[in-house]
C-alpha cells in the first residue's frame, strides 16, 4: 500500500493511478494553487505557482529527506514515500511573490473584465496574494486583437500559462495559437491571417485562467455572479457533452464544458457551445393551437389536451390506427410515457422514431501527449474527443424504449412510406429539435394522409401550420431528463429554464394525457419506473445515475473509468452546483 | 609548477591553421584515431573522467560523469554542441571555431564515439557567420578525407555532424532551450528531469557539450588523464581560454592553467587597467557570475575558489574589468537591459522579474531613485534566482547574481549616486508610492491632487518617452 506524507500526515494513496502531487493534495483536501497546469495538457511548469517544498522518506530508516530547492508541484509525481509541504512559510512566501509578480502588468480592469468572479488571479490573490506591492514601474500594455470572429484576447491580462497553446498543439493539433516575442513583451498570437477557428476553438477561452481570452459573444453581456449554473447535456450532437447551462432572468447566456472523462473530457464544440442561443428564441411556439372550421386558433393548454385525448381516444375506439413519432431529441422519460400512452390507446398503434438529423461525418481529435513538452506524461490523461455527425442527443435512449415497447424501431423512412399508403386515423408527431423541421412535402404527406394530425414542437413549422392541434412543448433547456449518447451512455440533467409562457414540458404532457398527475411531475421517478420496467435501463434503479451516467444494459459499477472526481479549476468550482433547479 | 605549454590555442597564430592540411601537419586527428582504433568507448569515457574534465559552458559539470548518464539500454544517442555563445564578453569558442575547426570536429568525433552518438548538431551563434563558414569548410574536407561518414578509421563507427545556425537568442545557449530550438521550435528551455541526457533532442538520448570542453577532449586522449591534472587547482584541472575585456590595456583571449588570479590575469595578460586607472570591479566569467570588487582580485579564477566571494560560479571566465570612472549603476542598468531582452518569458519570477530591475536600474540612473529601491531590488534578485528553484533555468540566477553582488558590496556607491542623482521629471510621484502601499494617505495624495493635473497623469511614469 502505497503512502504519501502531506504536511505532516500520512495518506494512502490510490492504487491504478497516477497522480501528481497537485491531484494527490487535491483528493486529501489541500488546495496547492497552479495556473499553467492542467489535467489534459502537457506539464510545462512555467507558472511557478504550484512550487512546494518536497522530500521522501525513507522506506528502511523512515528518514525525511527533502530536496533543498522548492519543487512544482505539477511536475512532482506522488509516489510511495512521497513528502510534501504545502503550508509552510517558505511556500506561503514563495505564492505571495508570484502573485505580486503576476499583477506587475495585468491591469486592474476587473469592473470591466468578463472573468471577475470566475477568474483564477482574483481567487488566489485574496487567498495567496498580497494587498500590496512594490512596483512603480510604468506598466506594460500589451494589445487587444481578435484571434478569430467569436474570440477576443486582451494580451494585456495574459499572465503566460500557454494552456491555450497547449490545447491548440495537443488537443486539436491545429496549432493556430503561439507565444512571440520574449520576455514580458511576450504575447499570444495566431499567424497573420490565420484564425482561431477550429470546431473546439472556444475551449481556449474556458481555459484561459484569467480575462485574456474571450468569447466576444458573451462579452460585456453578463456579470458571471449573476449566472444560475444549471448540470445541462447539450443536445446538439449524439456526443452528450456535459454542460453547465448559465442563465439569468429566464435566459441562457452560455454554455460551458462539464467536465465528463466518458464523454467529453473536459471540452465542448462550438456548435454545441453556442446552440443555446436557440432557447433564447423569442419567435418559439407560445401557445396550444386547435383547428376548428379550417382555421388554427390559440386555445388554452388543458383544454388542447383535453382535446387530444378525446379524440385519440375516439379514433381507437372506431378502430383506427394511430401512429406517435418519436422525436430523438425527446428524453428517455418522455419516451416513455409517450409510448405507453399510445399503446393504451390501442395494442396496434404504431411507434415510430423521429427524423434523425445527420450533418457531414463523425470528427475525432485523438489527443496526443507525446506532441507535448518533454517529462513525465504519466500524468497528462487527455481522452478523444469525438462530434458526432448525428445531431441530436438522443437516438439511442429513444430506440431503446421503442424496442421495448414494440420490439422494432420504426425508422421515419418506414413510417411515412407506410403512412402514404394512408392507413392512419391519427398521427401524434413530437419534434422539439434545435433546427425546426421544415421538410414541406413530408408536411404535406403527413396532412393528406390522416385525419388527425397532432404536433407537439417548439418551433414554428410548415407542418405546425398543417396540424389539428399544435402542442407546445419544452426546448432542451426547459426540460429535466436523461439521455442517452452515441456510446448508449445514459446521462440525466436539470432544466436551466422555467418553460417559456405558454408551453407545458413534454413530460408534464403525457403525464396529463396518461391521467397520472396534474402537479409537476419529476423525470426521476419516472426513470425509477423506466428502470424497473425496462431492463436495459436498470443502471438507473431508483431514479438515480452514477456520477458520469452509466451505458445502457450494464451495471453502474462497471461503466465509470478515470477519475473518479470531478474536475474543474479551483477559480471556476463554483460552476459545479447548480444553484436551483426548475426541474 | 613546469612551464605550462598552452594545446588548445597552439593553432591560433599558424597561417592557414583552419584548413585540414595544416591541422593534420601539426599532429592533426591522431587523437580521434588512436581513440577510434586503439580504445572502445567506456575506456573513453573513464579517461574522461579520470581527467576530472569540467564542462567549459558555464556550470563546471563534469563531463565524464554526464557521459555516463546516457542510458545504458539506449539505441540511438544525439550530441549537441553549443557553440551559441552568447555571454558578453565571451568569445573564445569564436576563436576556437574561427581558427582551428578541426579540432574541435575532432573533439566531436571522440566525444561522439565515447557516447556512441552518430550524428551531432554544432549549434552556431547567429551572429557568427564567418565561424559559421570555417566550419562548414572543414566539415566538407573532414568527411571528403573520410573522417566523417561511414567507417571512420576502419572502426566502423559512423557519424556526421550538422551545422545549425541559431536565431539570436541568449536562451538557445541554455542546453534545452538550445534542444527545443534545434527542433525548430521557439527556445524555451524545459524542465528537468527528464535531463538531456535522458531525453533530449527528438526525445532520444543527448549529450551537450561547450565548444571548449570538447576541444580540450583530444589533447586528454592523446596525453593522458595525469598530464591533464598536472594543470590547474583541485577539482578545477586543465587548461582554460580566459577572456579579458573591457578598462584593460589589451583586450585579448588567453589559455592558462585554470585557477590563475584576477589579479594576474589583468596584469599579466591585460597588460593592467586603461588609462593608468585602477580597477573598481571585476566580471569574473560573464555577467551572469556576479561582481569581484577590488579587494577580491586576488581572487584564483577556477570553479571552486570563486564562490568564496559570492559569485555565482567561473562561468565563461569572461573577465571583464570595470575601471574607478564607471559608475556600478551603468553597469547594473547595461546587465538588467540584457537579462530583460533575454529573458524567453516563460517563468513568472524571471520574466517579470527581469523586466522589473530593468525598469528599476533605469529610473534610478535616470534620476529619479529612491533609497528603499536598493531594498526593493534586493528582494527582487532574492524572489529571481537567489532562493532556490524558483525558476526552470539559469538565466534568472545570472539576472539575479549582478545585483545580489553590487548590492553586497557597493551599496554606498549606489547609496551616493541616488543621493546625488535626483531629477524630478523622474522621481515617483507620491500617488504612486501610496497606491504602491495599498493605502493612499491623505498626505500621499493631497499634494498630487494639488500639484499634477489629473491622478490618471500620476499613474503613468513620466520618463514612458
Ligand atoms: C541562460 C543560459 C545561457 C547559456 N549559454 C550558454 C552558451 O552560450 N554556451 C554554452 O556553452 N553554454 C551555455 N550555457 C550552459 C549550458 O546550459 C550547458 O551547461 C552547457 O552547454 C553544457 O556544456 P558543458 O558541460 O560542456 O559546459 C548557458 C546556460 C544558461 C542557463
Ligand atoms: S491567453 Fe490565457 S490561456 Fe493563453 S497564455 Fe494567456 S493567460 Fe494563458
Ligand atoms: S528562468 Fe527565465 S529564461 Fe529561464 S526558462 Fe524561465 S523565463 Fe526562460
Redesign the interface.
Known amino acids: 500500500m502505497a503512502t504519501m506524507i502531506l504536511n505532516g500526515q500520512e495518506y494512502t494513496l490510490p492504487d491504478n493511478e497516477k497522480l501528481n502531487a497537485i491531484q494527490a493534495a487535491q483528493r486529501f483536501g489541500v488546495e496547492i494553487p497552479y495556473y499553467c497546469w492542467h489535467p489534459a495538457l502537457s506539464v510545462v511548469a512555467n507558472c511557478r505557482m504550484c512550487e512546494i517544498e518536497v522530500g521522501s522518506k525513507d522506506p528502511k530508516t523512515g528518514e525525511i529527506k527533502m530536496i533543498p530547492k522548492m519543487v512544482p508541484g505539477c511536475q512532482t509525481p506522488a509516489r510511495d514515500g512521497t513528502v510534501l509541504v504545502t503550508n509552510s512559510t517558505k511556500v506561503k512566501d514563495h505564492q505571495k511573490m508570484i502573485m505580486e509578480f503576476l499583477l506587475l502588468n495585468h491591469p486592474l480592469d476587473c469592473p470591466v473584465c468578463d472573468q471577475a468572479g470566475e477568474c483564477g488571479l482574483q481567487d488566489y490573490s485574496y487567498e495567496y496574494g498580497q494587498a500590496n506591492h512594490r512596483f512603480v514601474e510604468e506598466r506594460n500594455v500589451n494589445p487587444r486583437k481578435d484571434v478569430s470572429d467569436l474570440i477576443q484576447l486582451n494580451q494585456d491580462r495574459c499572465i503566460m500559462c500557454t494552456r491555450c497553446v497547449r490545447f491548440t498543439r495537443e488537443i486539436t493539433q491545429t496549432s493556430e495559437l503561439q507565444v512571440t516575442r520574449r520576455g514580458s513583451h511576450a504575447e499570444i498570437d495566431i499567424f497573420p491571417g490565420i484564425e482561431l477557428d477550429n470546431p473546439l476553438a472556444g475551449n481556449v477561452v474556458d481555459l484561459c485562467p484569467v480575462g485574456a481570452l474571450l468569447d466576444k459573444d458573451f462579452l460585456h453581456k453578463q456579470r458571471v455572479w449573476f449566472l444560475a449554473k444549471h448540470d445541462s447535456i447539450c443536445a446538439g450532437c449524439s456526443t452528450g457533452c456535459n454542460i453547465s447551462a448559465e442563465e439569468n432572468r429566464g435566459q441562457l447566456w452560455r454554455f460551458k464544458p462539464r467536465y465528463n472523462p466518458n464523454v467529453n473530457d473536459y471540452w465542448i464544440c462550438d456548435a454545441g457551445r453556442y446552440s443555446y442561443k436557440v432557447a433564447n428564441d423569442v419567435n418559439l411556439l407560445n401557445s396550444a393551437y386547435l383547428r376548428e372550421h379550417g382555421v388554427l386558433g390559440t386555445i388554452s393548454i388543458d383544454k388542447a389536451l383535453t382535446s387530444v385525448d378525446q379524440s385519440l381516444k375516439a379514433t381507437s375506439k372506431d378502430g383506427g390506427k394511430i401512429g406517435a413519432v418519436l422525436s430523438p431529441f425527446l428524453t428517455v422519460e418522455e419516451a416513455f410515457l409517450l409510448s405507453t400512452y399510445i399503446k393504451q390507446l390501442s395494442a396496434n398503434s404504431v411507434l415510430a422514431l423521429g427524423p434523425v438529423p445527420i450533418e457531414g461525418e463523425d470528427k475525432t481529435y485523438h489527443p496526443d501527449k507525446t506532441t507535448g513538452r518533454t517529462g513525465d506524461v504519466s500524468f497528462v490523461v487527455p481522452r478523444p474527443f469525438t462530434i458526432h455527425a448525428e445531431k441530436c442527443p438522443n437516438r439511442h435512449g429513444v430506440e431503446a424504449v421503442l424496442k421495448h415497447f414494440q420490439g422494432e424501431v420504426i425508422e421515419f423512412k418506414t413510417f411515412t412510406n407506410e403512412v402514404a399508403r394512408a392507413d392512419y386515423a391519427a398521427i401524434y408527431l413530437t419534434a422539439g429539435g434545435l433546427e425546426p423541421f421544415l421538410d414541406q412535402g413530408v408536411a404535406d404527406l403527413l396532412r393528406a394522409s390522416t385525419k388527425m394530425l397532432i404536433v407537439q414542437d417548439v418551433h414554428v413549422t410548415p407542418l405546425a401550420q398543417l396540424a389539428d392541434i399544435v402542442l407546445p412543448g419544452a426546448t432542451f433547456a426547459e426540460k429535466s431528463g436523461s439521455f442517452a449518447n452515441a456510446d448508449r451512455r445514459l446521462q440525466s440533467f436539470d432544466a436551466a429554464l422555467a418553460p417559456r409562457d405558454g408551453s407545458l414540458a413534454d413530460l408534464d404532457i403525457f403525464a396529463i394525457l396518461l391521467g397520472k398527475s396534474v402537479a409537476p411531475i419529476l423525470s426521476n421517478e419516472i426513470l425509477a419506473e423506466l428502470a424497473e420496467i425496462i431492463p436495459d435501463f436498470a443502471v438507473a434503479k431508483g431514479g438515480k445515475l452514477p456520477e458520469f451516467g452509466a451505458v445502457l444494459g450494464t451495471t453502474p459499477a462497471s461503466t465509470t473509468s478515470g477519475s473518479a472526481e470531478r474536475f474543474a479549476d479551483s477559480w471556476t468550482k463554483h460552476r459545479i452546483s447548480s444553484v436551483g433547479s426548475y426541474a | 609548477m613546469a612551464a605550462f605549454e598552452p594545446v588548445l590555442s597552439r593553432n591560433w597564430n599558424v597561417a592557414q591553421s583552419h584548413t585540414l592540411p595544416v591541422y593534420e601537419s601539426r599532429g592533426g586527428y591522431q587523437a580521434a584515431r588512436k581513440a577510434l582504433t586503439q580504445m572502445d568507448p567506456d575506456g573513453v569515457v573513464n579517461l574522461i573522467k579520470d581527467s576530472e574534465l569540467r564542462g567549459r559552458g558555464g556550470a563546471g559539470f563534469p563531463c565524464g560523469l554526464k557521459w555516463s548518464f546516457l542510458p545504458k539500454d539506449r539505441k540511438e544517442t544525439l550530441m549537441c554542441i553549443n557553440a551559441d555563445e552568447s555571454e558578453p564578453a565571451t568569445f573564445n569558442n569564436r576563436i576556437l571555431m574561427e581558427k582551428d575547426p578541426h579540432q574541435l570536429i575532432e573533439g566531436i568525433i571522440i566525444g561522439c564515439f565515447a557516447t556512441k552518438a552518430t550524428a551531432a548538431y554544432l549549434y552556431v551563434r547567429f551572429e557568427y557567420i564567418k565561424a559559421y563558414q570555417i566550419l562548414e569548410r572543414a566539415i566538407d574536407e573532414a568527411r571528403a578525407k573520410g573522417y566523417l561518414g561511414k567507417n571512420i578509421f576502419g572502426s566502423g563507427f559512423d557519424l556526421e555532424i550538422w551545422v545549425h545556425r541559431g536565431a539570436g537568442?541568449y536562451?538557445c545557449g541554455e542546453e534545452t532551450g538550445l534542444i527545443e530550438s534545434l527542433e525548430g521550435k521557439?527556445g524555451?528551455p524545459?524542465?528537468k528531469?527528464?535531463f538531456p541526457a535522458v531525453?533530449g533532442a527528438f526525445?532520444k538520448p543527448t549529450v551537450v557539450n561547450n565548444v571548449e570542453t570538447l576541444a580540450c577532449v583530444p589533447h586528454i586522449v592523446e596525453r593522458g588523464a595525469d598530464w591533464f591534472k598536472s594543470m590547474g587547482t583541485p577539482k578545477s584541472y586543465g587548461p582554460k581560454l580566459y577572456c579579458i575585456s573591457g578598462h584593460v590595456n589589451k583586450q585579448t583571449c588567453v589559455e592558462l592553467p585554470l585557477g590563475i588570479t584576477c589579479r594576474e590575469l589583468i596584469e599579466v595578460h591585460g597588460q593592467g587597467v586603461w588609462k593608468g586607472r585602477k580597477a573598481k570591479a571585476v566580471v569574473p566569467g560573464g555577467i551572469s557570475m556576479g561582481l569581484l570588487s577590488a579587494d577580491e582580485l586576488d581572487t584564483p579564477l577556477d570553479f571552486e575558489a570563486i564562490r568564496k566571494p559570492g559569485c555565482l560560479g567561473l562561468g565563461t571566465a569572461a573577465v571583464t574589468v570595470i575601471d574607478d570612472q564607471t559608475s556600478i549603476v551603468d553597469y547594473l542598468y547595461n546587465c538588467a537591459r540584457f537579462f530583460?531582452?533575454?529573458?524567453?518569458?516563460?517563468?513568472?519570477?524571471c520574466?517579470?522579474?527581469?523586466?522589473?530591475i530593468y525598469?528599476?536600474m533605469k529610473?534610478i540612473k535616470l534620476g529619479g531613485g529612491r533609497m528603499e529601491d536598493l531594498t526593493?531590488l534586493g528582494?527582487i534578485q532574492a524572489?529571481l534566482g537567489i532562493?532556490?528553484?524558483?525558476?526552470?533555468c539559469g538565466l534568472a540566477d545570472g539576472a539575479a547574481w549582478p545585483i545580489k553582488n553590487a548590492l553586497a558590496k557597493f551599496r554606498p556607491e549606489l547609496e551616493e549616486y541616488i543621493k546625488t542623482h535626483q531629477d524630478p521629471r523622474y522621481a515617483?510621484t507620491p500617488l504612486?508610492?501610496a497606491i504602491?502601499?495599498?493605502?493612499p494617505t491623505t498626505a500621499a495624495v493631497t499634494p498630487v491632487s494639488i500639484g499634477m493635473s489629473s491622478p490618471t497623469g500620476a499613474l503613468?511614469?513620466p520618463?514612458?518617452s
Not at chain 2, 351 to 356: D, L, N, P
Open positions: 537568442a536562451i521557439r524555451w524545459r524542465i528531469p527528464p531525453e526525445k530583460a531582452h533575454e529573458s524567453c518569458g516563460q517563468c513568472t519570477p520574466r517579470e522579474g527581469t523586466a522589473w525598469k528599476t529610473r526593493v528582494g524572489n532562493t532556490p528553484g524558483t525558476t526552470i515617483v504612486q508610492t504602491t502601499m495599498g493605502s503613468r511614469s520618463h514612458s
